[in-house]
């Protein structure tokens, strides 16, 4: 994606939801030296609805809708680098999760033992 968008020397990437879903590709941008505004998703769904004409959901409607906020929208949230702090906080909240996982599929009973 960096390399077909190099072709643009003055860019900004929208993100709808960089706090959220949006976060890892958000922070990749912004560590690679890239503007990122964070558009948020209630603002988009505005308004994939009104261009639209209904809210329904699919990738070309909300690229558009994004792409279209962010044109028109100066008070978006730029998203800034975020600390190692919270990196490893993260991290260490993904790493407890997937062991928490990891518990509860051992845990279950094997359906192969229990067929006679």
């Known amino acids: 994606m960096l390399t077909w968008a190099a072709q643009w020397p003055e860019r900004r990437f929208a993100i709808e939801g960089a ?3 949006g976060r890892g590709i958000a922070q990749i941008l912004v560590a690679c030296g890239d503007s990122v ?3 948020p998703s209630t603002l988009a769904m505005k ?3 009104l261009s639209t004409g209904g809210g329904r959901k699919s990738d070309p409607a ?3 809708a994004v792409a279209n906020t962010a044109l028109r929208q100066t008070n978006l949230r730029p998203v800034a680098a975020e ?3 919270t990196i490893l906080r993260l991290l260490d909240e993904r ?3 997937l062991g928490h996982e990891r518990a509860k599929t051992e845990a279950r ?3 192969a ?3 006679p």
């Open 19 to 21: 706090n959220g879903l």
């Open 37 to 39: 505004v964070d558009v």
């Open 47 to 49: 308004v994939r609805v």
């Open 62 to 64: 909300d690229a558009f």
């Open 83 to 85: 600390d190692q702090s």
């Open 95 to 97: 790493r407890e999760d």
């Open 109 to 111: 009973p094997n359906r």
């Open 113 to 115: 033992s229990l067929t």
